[in-house]
């Protein structure tokens, strides 16, 4: 069946005039033995293609994904089972807590959403009832937030004079909805992934300016200030405030009061915590109480001041609250409500996404575990999609509640029914006491909780340390909140945020690299050269033999600019004459391709010479970007640089490659070929970590010997330099155990008989007893050579894919070695042209490799 599927495919490529690829660059001759180790030595690998079919299976869902898609729905199931007292407890004393957290600050928020204090409760109870279904973070608590309470409020505020037909909580819940819908498919989707691309710079610059917006929109409140609209613009409402100091009221003293009462409780427990270690969970509970204890105690003055005067209250208060879910219902939504708020639908997902998924990866890190960003997405969906027909409006994670509820030692997502219950009973229990709450007294609580979502100046200047090219983005995210709206706030730091990410993928350069040795440094002497003590012999019969230099000598590559940091004292120059190393730093796409190679191709240029300088005849033959040597001149037949024989590509940070970027690789791969012309220039590649990558790669032409120009014959002078890996001789894992169960069995008997270890050349101890320690592992059969095996790392069918830059650069040396002594046979010239180029490789050079046998 599978010869007659390929025949079928050969005649349809036939038939549409499609050339099937042949063999890779001539694959029978690169395997036919012609590698520097024997093939009776080690076992050949040819390494295989990814197919299409590889890629479909390994994206499309099959049966068993399917399964485990929808299991992963519900993430309860993997951990209600072994639900135990210890877990119960631990959620009981957090779901508490928040409980009595949340309820007045539902009821807040709910006044910045233009909405009676009532619809903040419904939030509040079906975001922590729903939530723990699809919850992956036990500390998340979903309800009104300040935020998204304002956006929602501007919502409400210009649907009210655009479409007057609808109350304002039926838009709010048309907002839920619609907006829980577009989240709940991103989730189902699994493009939780998409949170990723907002940047920790526009979430916080998002985050101070909303808290500078809302302070600045319940100062007025607090000081019971009226004459204007507190929804314009900050700045403006901070000058009105300003202004209508003079008409303050008695709500200031309801306000002022109790946010600098909740500020001194704050600090007051935070400092007898530090002070009394032992009692730090009673002020931490303390601490986070002191909402509800306000609340109580100004509700309570309320009620003595207003009790005569309940329908003239001598300061604002928030009036009658209805029992129960009074507006539950089937939320309305039609056309025209839908095109009243769609443009604010992008800014509403936005805030919805970016405030929950930020605190719950954070707390998630705090806390040891991983959150899955999708599910998070389900589950944010789910409760504002549900939340609307109890009359909730659009509700997400809240940062101080969730602070609350981590440090109260919650154990599972199940603490959301918790609060859930503590909810219902406030909204079933406690209405009545609601009608004397002093509506300052809500502003300063509001006050009091998004302070803290205000960036400090600490945490800005280390923004500053790390990449001061964000900090400009976070100040004008900011400064667009205070002089415009949060959504223009929202829209600048998110496209500056990618319009910076692209500039530095267009702008990515890459870097060629110079070639240095360099020794180990322990303490104040060099590895290798430490005295002859017991601890350091021990220490180096711990060190692999294999291939190690005795000295600890080896290798490295650093940029030749020294623009890594590296010392610039340090002299790099190419690897070899002609042989160049470039990495690419960031990636290479479509987007930087460009960038890199025009770089790239400058400097060689540069550097080298052509290999016939006259391969244009006349002066008419010359390009118009080569015109020469002025007139009159002639051209430098004795060039001192080195002509073009390789080039070295470190594709370590380069993990997928396109048609656009491989066609420009084709591109210069010509343009050097006719720079070195008659000569090819060899192209070698190192640390590619994608089958794919090296698919693509090959499919254009790389990863082989390309033919010359003229001869259109290479192989003739070409041997391949492959890695391998050696199983079972010194390198292997038994060889080192049982090494390490010789020095221990020798340390055990020593310690017996209370004799130590003495270094010596002969092959006993001096005690007459056991074989040295030398003899015994020599003896072990981990040591025998004939148990070692020798396995290629790469395929022989690409022998120019490398598994690392050294042996790249030895592969390519040697080729451009043997190139130019197959030259010199060919064309019988004098080899003293080219000993000038490679001084310092010739046969020891290719002696030396052929014995290693790997790089």
């Not at 819908?181 to 940047?199: E, K, M, Q, T």
């Not at 659009?394 to 599972?412: E, L, N, Q």
């Not at 100046?457 to 709206?485: D, Q």
Request: proline share 5%.
């Amino acid at each position: 069946m599978a010869s007659n599927m390929e025949k079928l495919g050969h005649g349809l490529a036939n038939v549409l005039g499609i050339k099937l690829d042949a063999p890779e660059g001539g694959s029978d001759k690169i395997t036919r033995g012609e590698s520097v180790f024997s093939v009776s030595s080690a076992d050949t690998y040819v390494e295989q293609e990814p197919t299409a079919w590889e890629w479909i299976c390994e994206t499309f869902p099959n049966g068993r994904d399917v399964v485990a898609y929808l299991y992963r729905l519900f993430p309860f199931l993997a951990w209600i089972t072994r639900y135990n007292t210890t877990w119960l407890w631990g959620d009981l004393v957090a779901g508490i807590t928040v409980g009595a957290v949340v309820v007045p600050q539902g009821m807040a928020y709910a006044k910045l959403a233009e909405l009676p204090v009532e619809y903040g409760l419904y939030s509040s109870f079906m975001g922590v009832i729903v939530y723990w279904f699809f919850a992956t973070s036990k500390d998340i608590t979903i309800g009104p937030v300040a935020v998204m309470s304002t956006v929602t409020g501007e919502i409400v505020t210009r649907a009210a004079g655009n479409l007057p037909q609808y109350e304002g909580h039926q838009i709010a819940s048309a907002l839920g909805i619609i907006a829980g819908a577009i989240v709940c498919f991103l989730g189902l989707a699994r493009l939780g992934w998409l949170v990723d691309f907002i940047s920790l710079t526009a979430i916080s610059a998002f985050m101070t300016g909303s808290a500078i917006n809302i302070i600045a929109g319940q100062v007025p409140t607090m000081m019971g200030i009226t004459g204007f609209s507190t929804r314009g613009a900050t700045y403006e409402v901070i000058i009105n405030t300003l202004k209508g100091l003079p008409r303050t009221k008695l709500d200031a003293a309801m306000g002022l009061t109790a946010m600098v009462a909740l500020y001194v409780i704050r600090f007051g427990c935070t400092a007898l915590a530090g002070r009394y270690p032992a009692k730090a969970k009673m002020f931490f509970f303390l601490s986070t109480l002191r909402t509800v204890f306000i609340i109580l105690l100004y509700t309570m003055v309320s009620w003595l001041v207003n009790m005569h005067h309940r329908d003239n209250p001598r300061f604002k208060l928030i009036g009658k609250v209805p029992r129960g879910f009074q507006h539950a219902a089937v939320p309305v939504i039609s056309k025209d409500m839908i095109s009243g708020f769609a443009s604010d639908l992008p800014v509403t997902v936005i805030v919805l996404l970016i405030e929950h998924i930020s605190i719950s990866k954070s707390f998630g890190r705090v806390n040891n575990y991983s959150i899955d960003p999708s599910q998070e997405l389900v589950a944010i969906g789910a409760a504002n999609l549900l939340g609307p027909f109890l009359g909730g409006y659009p509700a997400t994670g809240s940062f101080s509640r969730t602070a609350i509820k981590s440090k109260a030692g919650v154990r599972t997502p199940f603490a959301g029914v918790i609060t859930g219950i503590v909810v219902l009973l406030a909204i079933y229990a406690l209405p009545a006491v609601f009608f004397y709450i002093p509506n300052a007294t809500l502003s300063g609580v509001i006050i009091h909780a998004v302070g803290d979502l205000i960036t400090p100046p600490n945490t800005v200047y280390r923004f500053w340390r790390i990449s001061p090219l964000e900090v400009p983005i976070f100040f004008a995210g900011v400064l667009v909140t205070v002089f415009s709206s949060i959504e223009n706030g929202i829209y600048t730091t998110i496209c500056v945020s990618a319009a910076m990410l692209l500039f530095r993928i267009f702008k990515a350069r890459g870097r060629f690299l110079g070639k240095v040795k360099v020794r180990s440094v322990e303490g104040d002497h060099l590895l290798g050269d430490e005295p002859k003590t017991i601890e350091n012999v021990m220490k180096s019969s711990n060190r692999q033999k294999s291939h190690d230099n005795d000295d600890s000598t080896r290798e490295i590559y650093l940029p030749i600019d020294h623009n890594d940091g590296s010392n610039p004292e340090i002299p790099l120059q190419t690897p070899a004459p002609g042989i160049f190393i470039y990495r690419f730093s960031e990636g290479y796409n479509y987007p930087n391709a460009t960038h890199y190679l025009d770089y790239m191709v400058q400097v060689i240029f540069k550097e080298c010479r052509r290999t016939n300088p006259f391969t244009y005849g006349k002066l008419g033959d010359r390009p118009w970007n080569d015109p020469g040597p002025r007139r009159g001149k002639t051209l430098d037949e004795h060039d001192p640089r080195p002509t073009l024989k390789s080039v070295i590509l470190d594709f370590s940070s380069v993990n997928n490659v396109d048609i656009t970027s491989v066609q420009h690789l084709i591109d210069v791969r010509n343009q050097l070929d006719r720079f070195a012309a008659p000569e090819t220039v060899e192209w070698h590649f190192a640390c590619i970590n994608n089958r794919w990558t090296k698919r693509a790669l090959a499919a254009a032409g790389f990863g082989y010997p390309t033919p010359d120009l003229q001869s259109g014959e290479s192989y003739a002078r070409w041997k391949p330099i492959f890695s391998v890996a050696e199983i079972g001789g010194d390198d292997s894992a038994a060889h080192v155990r049982q090494a390490a169960d010789d020095r221990a069995l020798s340390r055990h008997g020593d310690e017996e008989t209370g004799h130590g270890i003495e270094i010596e050349r002969s092959s006993e101890s001096t005690d007459g007893g056991s074989p040295s320690l030398d003899k015994k592992i020599s003896r072990a059969k981990a040591y025998e050579q004939d148990n070692s095996k020798r396995i290629l790392v790469h395929g022989v069918n690409r022998p120019l894919f490398h598994i690392d830059l050294t042996s790249a650069l030895i592969s390519a040396v040697q080729n451009a070695e043997r190139k130019r002594i197959h030259s010199q046979i060919a064309h019988n010239q004098n080899s003293s042209q080219t000993s000038q180029d490679y001084p310092n490789y010739g046969a020891t050079a290719g002696e030396d490799v052929d014995q290693k046998g790997t790089a």
